[in-house]
């Protein structure tokens, strides 16, 4: 049918930069090859209708004139509305009725941003309905807006910006209070590897908000000490360590700060081709930040960058995405094989009881619309 279209958006590894994105700072990811694929057309009705066989609630209809937002086995279709509402307020929406249906092979709630690949996907498909087609840094912008403001989580730019950007053995960077995007390359012959606790991070319910607001009250702290320190990224450790502030504020702004240098280091490291071996470290130290500092980890996770940190083969290994529950991610050699990751999950499940999800990905292309003899939906 020549009126139908279909889109393709990555699910994405945070690479480095906890946190950072919704404190103007530099963050690394890199987009995977498992992602959101939809396929929509125009219905005659203004009626839409979203499908999906991965989620459950798996049709969801209503009018497009008045968007009502979604709860329960419903939710996941938030995402979508979320996309519609702030295209249509920007009238750059389809005018009729649509339907739109999602397929994935991500896994899901595992830290590697099934949410804003389902956004990118939706906007991407809603604009080729309403034959639109805007710079990626807009689209990012959308679906960012979807998320802070019909969703209701304050997130950055990282997991859309990532996903719209990424390119093949490649980690995009993102200066996120320029809002601008560069790719870096990564060096040959290394893996990455998600291991998943299981354990649900819905990150809506979960302290993400507050650790944001933290962030928040920490600069409004230092900008009354310094007024040209613009986000918290900027704010010089020395400063931090001298001034008369809340532990946990403190705690937070440490995170932040230390963070941003580990990014700049590595993106020196990745430019000047340091080997993967002095680099690693980082994300390592990263990780035990996140425990001691910005407290979103979990013992679970902790578990697992300790076990992994043991493995030879392993250059670095951290949580990946907001935290408190979720996914790992282990940097490694090519060597580090299936039985490596089995031996992992099976010390794992012997002190939690429960085994965890493991998967290898490769850094992948970013978000696109799909001919048709490249569809690889859908029904
Ligand atoms: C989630 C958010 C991102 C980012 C990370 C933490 O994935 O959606 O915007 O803040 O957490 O770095």
Redesign the pocket.
């Known amino acids: 049918m020549n009126n139908t279209v279909h889109a393709f958006a990555p699910g994405r590894i945070?690479f480095l930069?906890?946190?950072?994105?919704?404190n103007g700072g530099t963050v690394l990811g890199t987009a995977i090859n498992a992602g959101i694929y939809a396929v929509a057309q125009m219905e005659n009705e203004p009626t839409f209708h979203l499908r999906s066989k991965s989620f459950e609630g798996s049709v969801i209809s209503g009018s497009i004139e008045k968007l009502e937002k979604l709860s329960g086995n419903q939710s996941w279709g938030n995402y979508c509305l979320g996309v519609l509402k702030v295209l249509q307020d920007k009238n750059l929406a389809p005018t009729q009725g649509f339907s739109l249906t999602l397929r994935t092979d991500l896994p899901m709630s595992a830290g590697l941003?099934s949410s804003a690949a389902v956004e990118l996907a939706t906007a991407q498909c809603l604009l080729a309905l309403s034959k639109q087609s805007l710079p990626k840094e807009e689209l990012v912008n959308i679906c960012r807006q979807a998320e802070n403001e019909w969703v209701g989580?304050p997130?950055?730019i990282?997991?859309q910006g990532t996903s719209a950007f990424g390119e093949t053995n490649r980690v995009v960077q993102i200066d996120c209070a320029k809002e601008s995007y560069s790719t870096l390359p990564l060096p040959l012959r290394t893996s990455f590897w998600i291991f998943d606790t299981g354990i649900k991070h819905d990150?809506i319910d979960s302290h993400y908000g507050t650790r944001n607001q933290e962030c928040k009250d920490a600069l409004t702290i230092i900008q009354a000490l310094d007024g040209s320190i613009e986000c918290l990224t900027q704010c010089p450790v020395s400063l931090l360590q001298n001034i008369e502030i809340p532990e946990n504020l403190k705690k937070r702004a440490q995170h932040v700060v230390e963070e941003q240098a580990r990014v700049h280091r590595f993106s020196d490291g990745l430019q000047n081709k340091s080997l993967p071996l002095e680099l690693g470290p980082l994300l390592t130290a990263s990780h035990k930040s996140s425990s001691l500092n910005f407290e979103n980890s979990l013992p679970e996770l902790d578990f697992l960058v300790e076990e992994l940190c043991k493995e030879e083969k392993v250059f670095g290994a951290r949580l990946t995405?907001?935290g408190f529950g979720g996914a790992v991610l282990a940097w490694t050699s090519q060597d580090f094989s299936q039985a490596d990751a089995n031996l992992i999950a099976l010390e794992y499940e012997n002190e939690w009881k429960h085994k965890p999800n493991y998967h290898s990905f490769l850094p992948s292309k970013g978000a696109c619309l799909l001919d048709h003899s490249d569809v690889k939906l859908v029904n």
């Open positions: 945070e930069g906890n946190h950072l994105d919704y941003s989580l997130c950055g990282l997991d990150l995405g907001g």
